[in-house]
Every structure is written in structure tokens, then in C-alpha cells.
T-cell receptor
């Protein structure tokens, strides 16, 4: 069982659709992450939120729009995606570390996204 | 930019054999974490190493962090079929959040 819940588990959408991925955690973590993972590849960091503020944007195209409504929720809004955006999208959360100190990240099961 | 190289890319073993995966960073790391991802699953945190020369054990798994904090290894003794999956190392360099993942080692175990 994972303590980070992602919905939906699977999503198929056309290139003109708008959809959102959702992530929820109740571990009291104040850092939340979005990753993209292609098959047989490591996770690639997209965004990091710390205390509900965007802390890192890894030069992600604007067709991906993150949102952190509160400390437990993280959304990823999708619009006008391309076929190459098909991937597993993973949400993760962690405690806040001290300066220069990473904390273990807890991953959700992911949303498997297919763009037609 | 920072890179973390991980070898081997694939390893197939007979059940009961040992397994080791290695990571090497181009820069000194503040810490290194290890994750396991089962086929069709999500990465699961295994351990974090912070100190130079640190060695940690979890049952049949032994994790090492090099003296220079640039390399790390994961050794599994007497593999079991439940060890199947991809093992990723992930290094941190001073950012509270960003980890640089190695490409992973896919371990398969023949029963």
C-alpha cells in the first residue's frame, strides 16, 4: 500500500483535450514532486513544491501546469499534449530537509498517460 | 551538469547468487539514496547514506558510500525471486529536493 495516492491510474487523452492528474498525501510532508518516467528510464524531475510554493521547475513545457491547492494536494493540469508526453507520471512527497539535505521521497503508484 | 553513472544496466542471476550494482558521480555528493522499482510499480525508498565511507545493512542488502562521497554500491547476498526489479541510485548535491538518478540496474532472478 502506498501513502501517496494518485488518480487516475490510467488516462488516455487526445492532443486537444484538457485533463488533470491528482495527488494526495496525509503524511504531513511539506515538499511534493512531479516526475515523468518513460519505460526503462529513471524518473525525471518536473516540479517541486515546498510549503505550497513552486520551488523548482525543470524547464517543463507550459502545456504542463502544476498546482498545489494545499499541503496535502498536488495537481498537474494537462493541455495540448504531444504523443511524446505519453509516460508514467509519478507524484512524490517528502519531509523538508535542512539546507543541502535531501529527504527520502515517497512515491505514488503513478498515472499511466497515453496521448493519442 | 551533474551525472550519476550506474552499472550494469542489466543483471540476470540464478537464485542464490549474489548481485552488485555500482554508482559513480561526476561530483561530490551530499548524500545518496537507493530506490527499488518492481516491474509495473513505483520507486520505493530503500536507504539513504550521508557520511563518507558509510556502510549500512538491511538483511541481505549491503549499501556502501565511498570515502570521497562520489561512488556507492548495493550488494545483495543470495538473491531471491522477490529481489526482482530495477534498482536506482539517486544522488543529492546541496539541493534540498533535487536528486540525480542513475539509469538503474534491472535485476532478474532465475528460480
Amino acid at each position: 500500500d502506498t501513502e501517496v495516492t494518485q488518480t487516475p491510474k490510467h488516462l488516455v487523452m487526445g492532443m486537444t483535450n484538457k485533463k488533470s492528474l491528482k495527488c494526495e498525501q496525509h503524511m504531513g510532508h511539506r515538499a511534493m514532486y512531479w516526475y515523468k518516467q518513460k519505460a526503462k528510464k529513471p524518473p525525471e524531475l518536473m516540479f517541486v513544491y515546498s510549503y505550497e510554493k513552486l520551488s523548482i521547475n525543470e524547464s517543463v513545457p507550459s502545456r504542463f501546469s502544476p498546482e498545489c491547492p494545499n499541503s496535502s494536494l498536488l495537481n498537474l493540469h494537462l493541455h495540448a499534449l504531444q504523443p511524446e508526453d505519453s509516460a508514467l507520471y509519478l507524484c512524490a512527497s517528502s519531509q523538508e530537509g535542512g539546507t543541502g539535505s535531501n529527504q527520502p521521497q515517497h512515491f505514488g503508484d503513478g498515472t499511466r498517460l497515453s496521448i493519442l | 551538469g551533474q551525472q550519476v553513472m550506474q552499472i550494469p544496466q542489466y543483471q540476470h542471476v540464478q537464485e542464490g547468487e549474489d548481485f552488485t550494482t555500482y554508482c559513480n558521480s561526476s561530483t561530490t555528493l551530499s548524500n545518496i539514496q537507493w530506490y527499488k522499482q518492481r516491474p509495473g510499480g513505483h520507486p520505493v525508498f530503500l536507504i539513504q547514506l550521508v557520511k563518507s565511507g558509510e556502510v549500512k545493512k538491511q538483511k541481505r542488502l549491503t549499501f556502501q558510500f565511498g570515502e570521497a562521497k562520489k561512488n556507492s554500491s548495493l550488494h545483495i547476498t543470495a538473491t531471491q525471486t522477490t529481489d526482482v526489479g530495477t534498482y536506482f541510485c539517486a544522488g543529492g548535491v546541496g539541493s534540498n529536493y533535487k536528486l540525480t538518478f542513475g539509469k538503474g540496474t534491472l535485476l532478474t532472478v532465475n528460480p
